[in-house]
């Protein structure tokens, strides 16, 4: 039987893995044709990428959803997500970079290719630290 901690982790996975494909194909596309598809893809797989770690080290409730919304404030952030963890600040200062862009790439006028690139690789070294951090599956 497969514990619904197993399945959790199986969902977090699909997600992150689809969001790797999706930026593959922006990148390949071409970046300044999906601004808004960086803009959504990276901040969601952030999160799953920080769910799946939390998760791993019990340090996630089942069953709790972290928001992307959150890391808009630090204060909020610390509100629901209070405890340590060796990588917290690092992890938590790569999601902030990530969702500092997020809205304006999703919404707002076209942006600079560096822009885009620096939002692609903020995600591609949180996903490096997950790995390194123990999320062997990615």
Not at 19 to 43: A, H, N, P, Y
Not at 62 to 84: A, Y
Request: proline letters at 2%.
């Amino acid at each position: 039987m497969v514990s619904s901690e197993t399945m959790k982790l199986d969902v977090h996975l699909r997600n992150i893995k689809e969001s790797s494909e999706v930026l593959d194909e922006c990148i390949e596309k071409g970046l300044l044709e999906r601004q808004r598809t960086i803009g959504f893809t990276t901040s969601a797989a952030a999160v799953d990428l920080l769910e799946m770690l939390l998760h791993k080290r019990n340090l996630l409730e089942q069953g709790t959803i972290i928001k992307h919304q959150w890391f808009r404030s630090k204060n909020k952030l610390e509100e629901k997500l209070p405890f340590d963890f060796p990588e917290k600040k690092e992890f938590f200062d790569l999601i902030f970079k990530i969702e500092e862009k997020r809205n304006i790439l999703c919404y707002g006028k076209p942006q600079k290719i560096e822009v885009l690139k620096e939002v692609i690789e903020t995600f591609q070294l949180l996903k490096q630290k997950c790995k390194e951090a123990g999320v062997d599956e990615l």
